[in-house]
């Protein structure tokens, strides 16, 4: 409470965060809340709220209170402070300035208002909870937007990556059919070679092994080489086309299986991605929508048929093209061989068409299978996004009738916060006009007052005045009869300072400012409930239609708003009412400031300080006993004054009477000035005189002394007063002649010093302007050897990357004399080429090598040279003098390149 009330954002912040609870109260009931508003600081109230709002997001909220029904209470709200026309003030005023009456109504207003405060802040505390909820919310959607957009690129990529396992199977597909091209052409050369070559006694050698040859790469086809094996001799060339047919159409087969494998592999990421999806879309509130959804699967579905499309239009190019070639090959056969091998030739047929078949079901079923799979994920698909639909439908209107309910009751509190605002508005500009008119009336006041003060200075400048005349008058007067009237006056002061004494005038003083402390404490207080009121109203304007218009709510937060709704109504009729009491209490109290400020002006022209009234009271009583008592004292000196008057005329009388007799004034005066005139010349007569006799005794004491000296004579006496006066001297002398060589001799031993000082503050110079000239010329020579240390080090770097170029070069060429050996070791005489050209061929890779291993050797005896050159530098640039980071830069070059002849 005190850190609120010095506003002292940082203590209470750490009070706060130590678990200082806010909502205790004092002996006044007063908490924290109001003292900061008293003191008018924000932060620390945004603070206080904060913690309030912390400390009930903590516990669940309670249910909104009914309007005719009372909720308990958690924390007590500050009571607000008694204006003092409701209760009874410190001292009673005067009858001219009643305190304005309180009607019971507005004496009853403060338990309600208490209540209507309490529901007040629990509705703003709710609407804040739901503000929370709100934007969790909405993080929430944003994530999983956010969510939804790296799920479609993803599939975006994946997509890419199924046009470009297209375009790759397009270019295998471009590429076998090249091969196939080029295995006719090979098959019709074959064809023709074995033709020509049946008479050569090795064919059938040659054929039998091919056939053996190519036994292992079909296993299907095992049993027909059993039989052909079994077969005469004269088939062998077809049943070695047949093989080469089989080994093709099996290769093709098992690249679409691995095609079909590879697809399968991605249509199952395609399930678990668009599971995963569905998880996602169920695991929350949120939803993909069903245009993108829909979008999403046509555009898998196109892939889906282009895909199955190009696969069987590449199955049926490969089978239309391996039946043909066997029915080619057929034919051919059946013009070459016998009825026997056309039969053989036949069955091998109709085998490979059953393999053929085979292998078609099996790719049928694997379409089905795949199909199967994308069907039920997209009934899996199409089921979710039905419920999906008819939840967000359901969810979707009851947003829409949320957000119609929130924002009839927004623009039923804008417009409800408008009309407090003016009301507001209008309090404020009644306030201003009532401060600037006690303005004008404490301007009036104080212009009143100083005019008063001049007139009552201008009356004492009068009074004194006139007393000095009185004064000058009595003066002729008897001074007996003014002393005694300047006593009896010295008397009256006296018991009137003892009537009234000073404390009493310093009570009533202090009385009068605790008066004026507590009307500005009252007007305070009636700021402070304003701000109050004030405050309350910015609570319970709406938020912006940004929190309001959300896309999701639920059951609860309808009855929420409806409850809201309820509880707004009602709080905003305790607004209205705690307005209308803070009207009312504002009204009150500045009726009570006018009549306090108009008695004030006219105690302050009565007199110049204000008394309380028990303390006026006691103070007009000894006044007016004073005033009797005075009274009586005046009638007692009216008594003794016309006693006095009556004396006056007597002794006037005698003195006019003796007048007479006497002298006037003007020849007393002429008188008087003859006997001055008489006396300043005997005076100046004397003094002529006395200056004649003080000259005869000096010329007197002159002839004196000459005769003494004509004598020559001088008494003993003299003699030996002016020995001892002369010795006196002597010694007085002698003691200073002491005391001015003892002052010598210091001053000599400090000019010695001071030389000695000098002549050592000049050897130091001289020594530190030489040690500072050697320390320049050390800096530039160090200067320069860093300049040089920096040349080298370039210089280093440089080599460095010439070594290392050169290293690598030499790596390149000692590869190359390695591949080189490798191609020698591995070179053998092919059978169509003759000795003298082999043993060129060798002689001019030997020549060849032994070039590469001089130029190694020249690149590293180059090298080691370059190394030994920078290494006698560097030791000579160690052995010089040098600071301790060229050193070490030396040092870690030494080291660089110690690690380079080390590798």
Same mark, same amino acid.
């Given at each position: 409470?005190?850190?609120?009330?010095?506003?002292?954002?940082?203590?209470?912040?750490?009070?706060?965060?130590?678990?200082?609870?806010?909502?205790?109260?004092?002996?006044?009931?007063?908490?924290?809340?109001? =003292?900061?508003?008293?003191?008018?600081?924000?932060?620390?109230?945004?603070?206080?709220?904060?913690?309030?709002?912390?400390?009930?997001?903590? %516990?669940?909220?309670?249910?909104?209170?009914?309007?005719?029904?009372?909720? #308990?209470?958690?924390?007590?709200?500050?009571?607000?402070?008694?204006?003092?026309?409701?209760?009874? #003030?410190?001292?009673?005023?005067?009858?001219?300035?009643?305190?304005?009456?309180?009607? #019971?109504?507005?004496?009853?207003?403060?338990?309600?208002?208490?209540?209507?405060?309490?529901?007040?802040?629990?509705?703003?505390? $709710?609407?804040?909870?739901?503000?929370?909820?709100?934007?969790?919310?909405?993080?929430?959607?944003?994530?999983?937007?956010?969510?939804?957009?790296?799920?479609?690129?993803?599939?975006?990529?994946?997509?890419?990556?199924?046009?470009?396992?297209?375009?790759?199977?397009?270019?295998?597909?471009?590429?076998?059919?090249?091969?196939?091209?080029?295995?006719?052409?090979?098959?019709?050369?074959?064809?023709?070679?074995? &033709?020509?070559?049946?008479?050569?006694?090795?064919?059938?050698?040659?054929?039998?092994?091919? +056939?053996?040859?190519?036994?292992?790469?079909?296993?299907?086809?095992?049993?027909?080489?059993?039989?052909?094996?079994?077969?005469?001799?004269?088939?062998?060339?077809?049943?070695?086309?047949?093989?080469?047919?089989?080994?093709?159409?099996?290769?093709?087969?098992?690249?679409?299986?691995?095609?079909?494998?590879?697809?399968?592999?991605?249509?199952?990421?395609?399930?678990?991605?668009?599971?995963?999806?569905?998880?996602?879309?169920?695991?929350?509130?949120? @939803?993909?929508?069903?245009?993108?959804?829909?979008?999403?699967?046509?555009?898998?579905?196109?892939?889906?048929?282009?895909?199955?499309?190009?696969?069987?239009?590449?199955?049926?190019?490969?089978?239309?093209?391996?039946?043909?070639?066997?029915?080619?090959?057929?034919?051919?056969?059946?013009?070459?061989?016998?009825? &026997?091998?056309?039969?053989?030739?036949?069955?091998?047929?109709?085998?490979?068409?059953?393999?053929?078949?085979?292998?078609?079901?099996?790719?049928?079923?694997?379409?089905?299978?795949?199909?199967?799979?994308?069907?039920?994920?997209?009934?899996?698909?199409?089921?979710?996004?039905?419920?999906?639909?008819?939840?967000? +439908?359901?969810?979707?209107?009851?947003?829409?009738?949320? /957000?119609?309910?929130?924002?009839?009751?927004?623009?039923?509190? $804008?417009?409800?916060?408008?009309?407090?605002?003016?009301?507001?508005?209008?309090?404020?500009?009644?306030?201003?006009?009532?401060?600037?008119?006690?303005?004008?009336?404490?301007?009036?006041?104080?212009?009143?007052?100083?005019?008063?003060?001049?007139?009552?200075?201008?009356?004492?400048?009068?009074?004194?005045?006139?007393?000095?005349?009185?004064?000058?008058?009595? %003066?002729?007067?008897?001074?007996?009869?003014?002393?005694?009237?300047?006593?009896?006056?010295?008397?009256?002061?006296?018991?009137?300072?003892?009537?009234?004494?000073?404390?009493?005038?310093?009570?009533?003083?202090?009385?009068?400012?605790?008066?004026?402390?507590?009307?500005?404490?009252?007007?305070?207080?009636?700021?402070?409930?304003?701000?109050?009121?004030?405050?309350?109203?910015?609570?319970? $304007?709406?938020?912006?239609?940004?929190?309001?218009?959300?896309?999701?709510?639920?059951?609860?937060?309808?009855?929420?708003?409806?409850?809201?709704?309820?509880?707004?109504?009602?709080?905003?009729?305790?607004?209205? &009412?705690?307005?209308?009491?803070?009207?009312?209490?504002?009204?009150?109290?500045?009726? =009570?400031?006018?009549?306090?400020?108009?008695?004030?002006?006219?105690?302050?022209?009565?007199?110049?300080?204000?008394?309380?009234?028990?303390?006026?009271?006691?103070?007009?009583?000894?006044?007016?006993?004073?005033?009797?008592?005075?009274?009586?004292?005046?009638?007692?000196? $009216?008594?003794?004054?016309?006693?006095?008057?009556?004396?006056?005329?007597?002794?006037?009388?005698?003195?006019? +009477?003796?007048?007479?007799?006497?002298?006037?004034?003007?020849?007393?005066?002429?008188?008087?000035?003859?006997?001055?005139?008489?006396?300043?010349?005997?005076?100046?007569?004397?003094?002529?005189?006395?200056?004649?006799?003080?000259?005869?005794?000096?010329?007197?004491?002159? /002839?004196?002394?000459?005769?003494?000296?004509?004598?020559?004579?001088?008494?003993?006496?003299?003699?030996?007063?002016?020995?001892?006066?002369?010795?006196?001297?002597?010694?007085?002398?002698?003691?200073?002649?002491?005391?001015?060589?003892?002052?010598? %001799?210091?001053?000599?031993?400090?000019? @010695?010093?001071?030389?000695? &000082?000098?002549?050592?503050?000049?050897?130091?110079?001289?020594?530190?302007?030489?040690?500072?000239?050697?320390?320049?010329?050390?800096?530039?020579?160090?200067?320069?050897?860093?300049?040089?240390?920096?040349?080298?080090?370039?210089?280093?770097?440089?080599?460095?990357?010439?070594?290392?170029?050169?290293?690598?070069?030499?790596?390149?060429?000692?590869?190359?004399?390695?591949?080189?050996?490798?191609?020698?070791?591995?070179?053998?005489?092919?059978?169509?080429?003759?000795? +003298?050209?082999?043993?060129?061929?060798?002689?001019?890779?030997?020549?060849?090598?032994?070039?590469?291993?001089?130029?190694?050797?020249?690149?590293?005896?180059?090298?080691?040279?370059?190394?030994?050159? =920078?290494?006698?530098?560097?030791?000579?640039? /160690?052995?010089?003098?040098?600071?301790?980071?060229?050193?070490?830069?030396?040092?870690?070059?030494?080291?660089?390149?110690?690690?380079?002849?080390?590798?």
């Amino acid at each position: 409470m005190l850190a609120c009330e010095s506003d002292s954002a940082e203590t209470v912040e750490v009070l706060l965060r130590g678990g200082a609870t806010p909502h205790l109260t004092d002996a006044l009931g007063r908490d924290a809340t109001h =003292y900061t508003i008293a003191g008018g600081s924000q932060h620390i109230l945004r603070l206080l709220q904060d913690t309030a709002k912390e400390g009930s997001g903590k %516990e669940p909220p309670a249910p909104p209170p009914l309007p005719g029904r009372g909720t #308990p209470r958690k924390r007590k709200a500050p009571l607000p402070p008694s204006p003092p026309a409701q209760g009874s #003030p410190p001292s009673p005023e005067p009858q001219s300035t009643p305190p304005p009456a309180q009607s #019971p109504e507005t004496q009853r207003t403060p338990p309600a208002s208490l209540m209507e405060d309490e529901e007040v802040f629990e509705e703003i505390r $709710r609407l804040r909870l739901e503000r929370g909820r709100l934007l969790q919310k909405i993080k929430g959607l944003e994530q999983q937007q956010h969510s939804a957009h790296i799920a479609l690129e993803e599939l975006c990529l994946l997509q890419e990556r199924l046009e470009q396992a297209e375009v790759d199977r397009e270019q295998l597909l471009a590429e076998i059919e090249e091969l196939r091209g080029t295995g006719t052409v090979i098959l019709a050369s074959d064809s023709e070679d074995a &033709e020509n070559m049946l008479d050569f006694p090795g064919a059938e050698r040659l054929l039998s092994r091919r +056939s053996r040859g190519s036994e292992p790469d079909s296993e299907s086809t095992q049993d027909d080489d059993a039989e052909q094996e079994e077969r005469n001799s004269s088939c062998t060339s077809q049943g070695q086309g047949n093989q080469e047919v089989l080994s093709a159409l099996q290769r093709q087969v098992e690249e679409l299986t691995a095609q079909n494998a590879d697809l399968l592999l991605k249509v199952e990421m395609l399930e678990n991605f668009e599971k995963d999806d569905t998880d996602i879309q169920n695991s929350g509130p949120d @939803f993909v929508p069903t245009v993108l959804y829909d979008s999403l699967r046509k555009e898998f579905e196109e892939l889906q048929e282009r895909y199955f499309q190009a696969q069987a239009a590449a199955e049926a190019s490969s089978v239309t093209g391996s039946i043909e070639k066997v029915e080619e090959e057929q034919g051919e056969g059946e013009e070459e061989d016998t009825g &026997e091998s056309a039969k053989e030739l036949k069955e091998q047929l109709r085998g490979l068409e059953e393999q053929l078949r085979q292998s078609q079901t099996e790719l049928d079923e694997l379409r089905e299978q795949v199909k199967v799979g994308v069907f039920s994920v997209e009934q899996l698909g199409d089921t979710d996004t039905e419920e999906r639909a008819e939840v967000q +439908s359901s969810d979707l209107q009851q947003l829409r009738d949320k /957000v119609k309910e929130l924002e009839e009751a927004v623009v039923k509190k $804008r417009a409800e916060a408008e009309s407090e605002n003016d009301t507001s508005r209008q309090l404020r500009e009644k306030v201003e006009e009532l401060e600037a008119a006690l303005a004008e009336k404490q301007a009036e006041d104080n212009t009143i007052v100083n005019n008063l003060r001049q007139r009552v200075s201008e009356l004492e400048a009068a009074l004194a005045e006139k007393q000095a005349e009185r004064k000058a008058e009595e %003066e002729g007067d008897g001074e007996q009869e003014a002393h005694v009237l300047q006593n009896k006056v010295q008397e009256l002061q006296g018991e009137l300072r003892n009537r009234v004494p000073r404390a009493e005038l310093e009570e009533v003083q202090l009385t009068l400012g605790l008066q004026l402390e507590q009307l500005a404490r009252e007007r305070a207080e009636a700021a402070m409930r304003l701000n109050e009121a004030l405050l309350e109203l910015e609570r319970l $304007r709406p938020p912006p239609d940004g929190d309001g218009e959300e896309d999701e709510d639920e059951e609860e937060d309808r009855s929420e708003s409806s409850e809201r709704s309820i509880t707004s109504g009602s709080t905003l009729a305790a607004v209205r &009412e705690q307005l209308e009491v803070a009207r009312q209490e504002a009204a009150q109290a500045l009726d =009570y400031l006018c009549a306090e400020r108009e008695g004030r002006a006219q105690d302050a022209l009565q007199m110049k300080d204000a008394v309380p009234l028990s303390q006026h009271q006691e103070a007009l009583s000894t006044l007016n006993s004073h005033l009797e008592q005075v009274a009586q004292e005046l009638q007692r000196e $009216r008594a003794l004054r016309d006693h006095a008057q009556q004396e006056i005329s007597r002794m006037e009388a005698q003195m006019q +009477s003796m007048q007479k007799d006497l002298i006037s004034k003007e020849e007393h005066e002429k008188v008087k000035l003859a006997l001055q005139r008489s006396l300043e010349e005997s005076e100046r007569s004397a003094q002529a005189a006395q200056d004649a006799l003080s000259a005869r005794e000096t010329e007197l004491k002159e /002839v004196r002394s000459q005769r003494a000296a004509e004598q020559g004579a001088v008494s003993k006496e003299e003699h030996e007063a002016q020995r001892l006066s002369l010795q006196a001297e002597i010694n007085a002398l002698t003691a200073q002649l002491a005391d001015l060589a003892r002052k010598h %001799e210091k001053t000599c031993t400090e000019v @010695f010093q001071v030389q000695r &000082e000098a002549l050592f503050n000049k050897s130091e110079r001289q020594a530190a302007e030489a040690q500072l000239a050697a320390v320049q010329k050390q800096l530039a020579d160090l200067q320069a050897q860093s300049s040089h240390v920096q040349e080298l080090h370039k210089g280093i770097q440089e080599s460095q990357g010439l070594v290392k170029e050169k290293d690598r070069k030499i790596t390149e060429l000692s590869k190359e004399i390695f591949r080189l050996k490798e191609a020698l070791g591995a070179l053998t005489p092919p059978l169509g080429l003759s000795s +003298s050209g082999f043993s060129s061929q060798q002689v001019a890779l030997q020549g060849r090598v032994t070039a590469l291993t001089q130029q190694l050797k020249d690149w590293e005896q180059k090298h080691r040279a370059v190394v030994s050159v =920078y290494r006698t530098h560097l030791l000579a640039a /160690v052995q010089g003098r040098m600071d301790e980071e060229v050193q070490a830069l030396l040092l870690q070059i030494l080291r660089m390149t110690h690690e380079e002849q080390g590798h």
